[in-house]
C-alpha cells in the first residue's frame, strides 16, 4: 500500500508470486482499516476480492481515507490489512493474518470548505503558467538564490495573514520605489511583485521586487490560494515553486 498525491486517496497493489511446486487457485479477501484517534478497532475502508491463480495479473486499487471528521490537526499512523486466502483444494487449510502499516497521514479541517488527508512526508510543487513578469521575477531569485525551486530549498507557508501584511510591506511599501524604478512603458495597472511571497514564511525585506500588470498579481493569488487548499498546505507546511 502507498499513500500519495493526490491527496486524500490510498493506492492498493497485489502480486500473485508462485510457491508451490503446484499452482493452487483460490480468492484472497482483503479488508483495509483506518485507525483515527481513539478508535481502537478501525474503520473499514475498503474490501476487494482477488482471485488467486496462476497467471493471474496483479491486482491494483485505490481507496478514500479522506476523514469526515477531522476536527485538528491529526496524525494517523495506524492502517492494517486483514487478509484471508481461501482455496478449494482439498487439504489446503484456509489462512489468514493482519498486516499493520508504517504509513503515516495527517488530516484536517482547516484548510478549504472540506475535511481531508495528506501524505505530510511529500513536498507539493506550485506550478504558475501565463504570468511572464510574475515568472520572470520568480526564475530571477532563484537562479541567485535556489529558495523555492525544485532544485534548491523549498518555502514554507506562513503563520497567519499578519505576517503576510508585515512581509508585504517590508517588500513593496514606498522605500522600495527606487529598486522598482518606473513602471514599462504601456504597462495596464502596474503593481508590486514580490518573491518569495509575503504568505511565505521566507517573505518579506530580502524578497525580489518586480513592476507586473495587476491582473498578473491577482492571478497568482488565486492560483496559490488554490494550491495551498487542493494540497492542503498548513502554516510551515514546505513547498517548492515552478513556473511555464
Not at 112 to 126: H, I
Not at 132 to 138: L, V
Amino acid at each position: 500500500m502507498q499513500a500519495r498525491q493526490p491527496t486524500g486517496v490510498m493506492f492498493v497493489d497485489t502480486e500473485v508470486v508462485k510457491v508451490l511446486p503446484d499452482s493452487v487457485a483460490g480468492t484472497l479477501t482483503l479488508n483495509l482499516r483506518q485507525f483515527p484517534p481513539g478508535v481502537t478497532a478501525g474503520n473499514q475502508i475498503g474490501s476487494w476480492q482477488i482471485p488467486v491463480a496462476e497467471g493471474q495479473p496483479g491486482f491494483n486499487e485505490q481507496v478514500d481515507i479522506d476523514s469526515p471528521y477531522a476536527g485538528y490537526y491529526q496524525e494517523v499512523s495506524d492502517f492494517a490489512t486483514d487478509w484471508v486466502l481461501d482455496t478449494p483444494v482439498p487439504g489446503m487449510a484456509q489462512s489468514t493474518g493482519t498486516q499493520y502499516t508504517d504509513i503515516v497521514l495527517r488530516c484536517d479541517n482547516a484548510v478549504g470548505a472540506f475535511p481531508g488527508c495528506v501524505n505530510p512526508d511529500y513536498t507539493p510543487t506550485l506550478t504558475f503558467t501565463g504570468l511572464s513578469y510574475i515568472n520572470m521575477n520568480i526564475g530571477n531569485h532563484q537562479s541567485n538564490t535556489g529558495v523555492g525551486a525544485t532544485w534548491g530549498t523549498p518555502l514554507h507557508r506562513g503563520e497567519s495573514p499578519l505576517a503576510a501584511v508585515a512581509n508585504r510591506d517590508a517588500a513593496c511599501n514606498t522605500n522600495r520605489d527606487e529598486a522598482l524604478g518606473e513602471p514599462p512603458d504601456g504597462m495596464v495597472d502596474p503593481s508590486c511583485d514580490e518573491y518569495p511571497f509575503a504568505s511565505s514564511v521566507e517573505g518579506g525585506g530580502a524578497a525580489s521586487v518586480l513592476w507586473v500588470p495587476l491582473a498578473e498579481n491577482l492571478s497568482q493569488g488565486g492560483q496559490t490560494s488554490t494550491f495551498y487548499q487542493n494540497n492542503r498546505v498548513m502554516p510551515g507546511d514546505a513547498f517548492f515553486v515552478d513556473y511555464t
